[in-house]
């Protein structure tokens, strides 16, 4: 299976692939301003880039969100598989894909290591029900040591 693996676009210019892989996967920040509030002309502008890039590309799209993308502003995330909050996903033979994306109210809120308890927790019970599969990806958008992110 091919995959390919991206993130921090801040609504610049997508990937290309070729040939094309089987699955993408987005690890957040696709879009350049957290803010939520009413659509620029930047905005529009880069909904009509990212339609095209949607309907150029129709394998799947794997998705977290990134601290950026508080709000779809481009509806990205409305269209692909949005694994944010800690969905195990099967890609194909021995293979799954887990998501832990952000969740926070502000795009610069790090989480403290009892944020993510719970969405860990689901990833592990649905890791042992499925029986423990010999591949799992985690694809996340936290810094791997939230603390060390901090800058104090």
Same mark, same amino acid.
């Given at each position: 299976m091919r995959l390919f693996c991206f993130s921090d676009t801040h609504q610049r210019v997508l990937p290309e692939c070729?040939?094309?892989?089987?699955?993408w996967l987005f690890a957040g920040d696709m879009y350049e301003r957290p803010s939520p509030g009413t659509l620029t002309a930047e905005d529009v502008?880069?909904?009509?880039?990212?339609?095209?890039?949607?309907?150029?590309?129709?394998?799947?799209?794997?998705?977290?969100?990134?601290?950026?993308?508080?709000?779809?502003?481009?509806?990205?995330?409305?269209?692909?598989?949005? $694994?944010t909050d800690g969905v195990v996903r099967h890609l194909g033979d021995d293979l799954y894909l887990a998501g $832990?994306?952000?969740?926070?109210?502000?795009?610069?809120?790090?989480?403290?290591?009892?944020? $993510?308890?719970?969405?860990?927790?689901?990833?592990?019970?649905?890791?042992?029900? $499925?029986?423990?599969?010999?591949?799992?990806?985690?694809m996340t958008h936290y810094p791997p040591n939230a603390r060390a992110a901090i800058p104090y």
């Open positions: 070729s040939p094309a892989p089987d699955a502008e880069f909904r009509k880039i990212m339609q095209a890039w949607l309907d150029a590309h129709p394998q799947p799209i794997y998705a977290v969100k990134g601290n950026h993308d508080l709000c779809d502003k481009a509806h990205f995330f409305r269209t692909s598989i949005d $694994l $832990l994306g952000w969740t926070g109210a502000d795009f610069f809120e790090l989480p403290q290591e009892s944020h $993510l308890t719970d969405r860990c927790q689901r990833i592990e019970d649905e890791w042992a029900r $499925l029986g423990g599969p010999r591949r799992l990806i985690l």
